[in-house]
């Protein structure tokens, strides 16, 4: 069965580094989404991407960050400048065309900034 | 806007009972779709199941069901037989209508089941 992928599973990085989490949507969809999870909390939006270009992004995404599709497979969101804050899971997910469709989650990228 | 509340933060029960995990939410929206996710302890989030606004009939799946009740705002979620492999955090969610159908997700509720 598809599957969203993200790699890398873990990552630590210095405040003020620059990180990029990548993603491989599953192949025939065509919105793509990054959600955060700060730990022990609730899952929150950050950003949908569509046609490649942002449909919509929450408060949270903020000039610091980024998202491309730079070429047909991959989904990318960059964190220019990494915050202790930004400390959380990250999931990436994509969803088929209709409304009806439902966003499957990638297995997340666990992001610590120390 | 649109909002999503699980008022129970965490649930123990032992295995073989059954459980109900409550969801309510808010939306301004004639059309929405509701869902619920599982997070087991390795993270990653499972879909369970989703339910557009127009479609109250409940659904069981194996001891899973659900029982959607616009009246009441609510799309409330029931094992039965319980098992510890169903211990994890459970996550309701909604999405408005049309567009780009961001999730709203409630804060879950941690859901352990006793041996």
């Known amino acids: 069965e598809p599957e969203v992928t993200q790699t890398p599973s873990h990552q630590v990085t210095q405040m003020g580094q620059e990180v990029i989490l990548r993603c491989v949507p599953i192949?025939?969809?065509?919105?793509f989404y990054w959600y955060r999870q700060i730990l022990g909390q609730k899952v929150e939006f950050l950003v949908s991407?569509?046609?490649?270009?942002?449909?919509?992004k929450s408060e949270i995404f903020d000039d610091q960050f980024s998202v491309e599709r730079p070429d047909g497979s991959n989904f990318t969101l960059k964190i220019r400048s990494t915050k202790l804050e930004d400390s959380a899971m990250y999931f990436c997910a994509s969803r088929h065309r209709d409304s009806q469709e439902t966003q499957y989650f990638g297995p997340g990228t666990r992001l610590l900034v120390l | 806007a649109q909002k999503v509340t699980q008022a129970q933060t965490e649930i123990s029960v032992v295995e073989k009972e059954d459980v109900t995990l409550d969801c309510v939410y808010e939306t301004r929206d004639t059309t929405y779709y509701l869902f619920w996710y599982k997070q087991p302890p390795s993270g990653e989030l499972v879909f369970l199941i989703r339910?557009?606004?127009?479609?109250?009939q409940n659904e069981i799946s194996g001891r899973y069901s659900w029982n959607f009740q616009k009246s009441t705002s609510s799309f409330n979620f029931t094992i039965t037989a319980s098992q510890v492999v169903d211990s994890a955090v459970y996550f309701c969610a909604l999405s408005e209508g049309f567009g780009n159908e961001k999730l709203t997700f409630g804060t879950g509720t941690r859901l352990t089941i006793i041996p």
């Open positions: 991407f569509y046609n490649n270009e942002i449909s919509e």
């Open positions: 192949s025939n969809h065509l919105y």
């Open positions: 339910r557009n606004s127009f479609d109250e």
